[in-house]
């Protein structure tokens, strides 16, 4: 499955500038400035959404997104990403099971918004193929995570600990996660992760690793390319890249990409914006 995007062209409306998509299929809500949505698509284009994005206007004093305005995704039934980068008021349970409502949605990426426990709760179940979430305190909700179908999990600044390694753990198609901003998680959490084979991408944020560590990561990801750790040493370096051929050390607060990494050929252009890598 690919989807052909781009994120090119502009419109004018009330005297100020969008970046919309140019691809029908996709559309970005902005904020108004009062917490609304300044221009919704007639019901027959929303039918036919596969990628929709809420995002503030860059040029105005914002009021947070109401938490009514997500009622318009109850009007996009095709749709497969889901990007919500800007503040809100606090999503309700309600809209959390709008967003469920979507039964194709395979990407859900939120940032920047205010998410209620309740809410937290519906979205984590959801069958997804990826999900980054930033600065939501998911840490005692872990167990409803749906892991069946999950292979990119972001958790940044969520306040992880190192017992909710055994939730993520589950998710055995996982190949890419960062867990950077996270405090609490030190080594421990990584030993608590050994059963994902698959994965391909880790960064953490301040985690040191000794030689053990080292060797210990060898053999619980086989298929691990990237890094973002700190290492005791060079010779650290050198164990992992004995072990694993392609493996990289990445810079401190580097991810290697956006929470859609390795997904690049199957989701919109827009996803990858540089907002989602810092």
């Known amino acids: 499955m690919s989807w052909i995007v781009l994120f090119a062209s502009c419109f004018v409306s009330e005297g100020f500038i969008a970046q919309q998509a140019s691809d029908p299929r996709e559309y970005v809500f902005f904020n ?24 503030p206007d860059p040029d105005l004093s914002l009021e947070p997104l109401k938490d009514s305005q997500f009622s318009v995704l109850q009007n996009t039934p095709n749709i497969k990403v889901l990007q919500i980068l800007c503040s809100t008021d606090p999503l309700t349970e309600q809209t959390a099971k709008i967003i469920s409502s ?30 980054s979430l930033r600065c939501i305190p998911v840490a005692d909700q872990l167990q409803f ?27 055995h198609k996982l190949q890419y996660l960062d867990v950077h901003g996270n405090e ?19 960064h953490l944020t301040d985690v040191h690793l000794s030689t053990e560590d080292c060797q210990h990561i060898t053999k619980s990801f086989p298929e ?23 493996f ?13 990494w390795g997904m690049e050929n199957e989701v919109p252009v827009d996803a990858h914006s540089k907002d989602l890598d810092k």
Do not use: M, W
């Not at 919704?40 to 994005?53: F, G, K, M, S």
């Not at 990445?250 to 929470?259: A, E, F, H, I, K």
């Open 32 to 55: 108004d400035g009062a917490g609304e949505i300044s221009t919704i698509p007639p019901n027959e284009l929303c039918h036919q959404l596969v990628a929709a994005t809420f995002r």
């Open 184 to 202: 609490y998680i030190d080594r421990r959490f990584i030993l608590g992760l050994e059963s994902l084979k698959k994965l391909n991408a880790l």
């Open 248 to 260: 990289v050390l990445l810079p401190p607060y580097d991810t290697g990409g956006s929470p859609l």
């Open 102 to 131: 979507c039964k194709k949605l395979e990407v859900l990426i939120i940032e920047h918004a205010t998410v209620s426990p309740d809410a937290i709760r519906v979205l984590l179940k959801l069958p997804l193929r990826a999900l």
């Open 224 to 246: 691990l390319r990237y890094l973002t750790a700190e290492l005791s040493g060079v010779e650290d370096e050198a164990v992992l890249k004995s072990k694993l051929p392609d």
């Open 145 to 171: 995570l749906n892991t069946k179908q999950l292979k990119n999990l972001t958790l940044r600044h969520c306040g992880l600990q190192n017992k909710d390694a055994a939730a993520i753990a589950n998710s």
